[in-house]
Antibody
Framework: EMQLVESGGGLAQPGGSLRLSCAASGFTFSNNWMHWVRQAPGEGLEWVSRITTDGGDTTYADSVRGRFTISRDNAKNTLYLQMHSLRAEDTAVYYC???????????????WGQGTMVTVSS | EIVLTQSPGTLSLSPGESATLSCRASQSISTNSLGWYQQKPGQAPRLLIYGASSRTTGIPDRFSGSGSGTDFTLTINRLEPEDFAVYYCQQYGNSPRFGPGTKVDMK
């Protein structure tokens, strides 16, 4: 069974840092691009960041660029999100998601973790 | 920057009825890039439809997607109790975008 399990969430102070992890199992992790998506309480989904299979290319939403860093360790089947300079508006459930390339060039996020809650508050 | 708009915001229906959910993009997008996700309270999103019209493995055939260009539709025929949830469309691109969601709740 393909599975993603996030960890590392918790309470952080404004301006503080946290590192989220996402452990993958049940599929060949190194074959897939990966994403982080977040959801503020009572709000919709917001894409945060993407990383290619070897980690050589990363993309960020404008709201986190320069503060967050996505990375991966394919030997450990783990995705990371290092978050610095946290703000109250970063408070959300953070999901990792697998990027899957279907036939005919169609892509979507086909496997999701259960999410980890990040609260930024003093 | 592509903006996705979903309508209606909330759809109140009874089990057995059909739901038609709309997703409109601010500019034309590839059908290959349009997906639909279902999210129930306290759960992670689940991929229903990719490439605008292809159902993911295990998704019942009462769910169907259609559309092209800027207008896309998710149709749910004969709503089952487990279908009451929030539905998001997504444009997959260099910076993926989600629509604001449509809540399908029970009348």
């Amino acid at each position: 069974e393909m599975q993603l399990v996030e960890s590392g969430g918790g309470l952080a102070q404004p301006g503080g840092s946290l590192r989220l992890s996402c452990a993958a199992s049940g599929f060949t992790f190194s074959n897939n691009w990966m994403h982080w998506v977040r959801q503020a309480p009572g709000e919709g989904l917001e894409w945060v960041s993407r990383i290619t299979t070897d980690g050589g290319d990363t993309t960020y939403a404008d709201s986190v660029r320069g503060r967050f860093t996505i990375s991966r360790d394919n030997a450990k089947n783990t995705l990371y999100l290092q978050m610095h300079s946290l703000r109250a508006e970063d408070t959300a459930v953070y999901y990792c998601a697998r990027d899957h390339l279907f036939a005919s060039g169609r892509s979507a996020f086909d496997v999701w973790g259960q999410g980890t809650m990040v609260t930024v508050s003093s | 920057e592509i903006v996705l708009t979903q309508s209606p915001g909330t759809l109140s229906l009874s089990p057995g009825e059909s739901a038609t959910l709309s997703c409109r993009a601010s500019q034309s997008i590839s059908t290959n890039s349009l997906g639909w996700y279902q999210q129930k309270p306290g759960q992670a999103p689940r991929l229903l439809i990719y490439g605008a019209s292809s159902r993911t493995t295990g998704i019942p055939d009462r769910f169907s997607g259609s559309g092209s260009g800027t207008d896309f539709t998710l149709t749910i025929n004969r709503l089952e109790p487990e279908d009451f949830a929030v539905y998001y469309c997504q444009q997959y691109g260099n910076s993926p975008r989600f629509g604001p969601g449509t809540k399908v709740d029970m009348k």
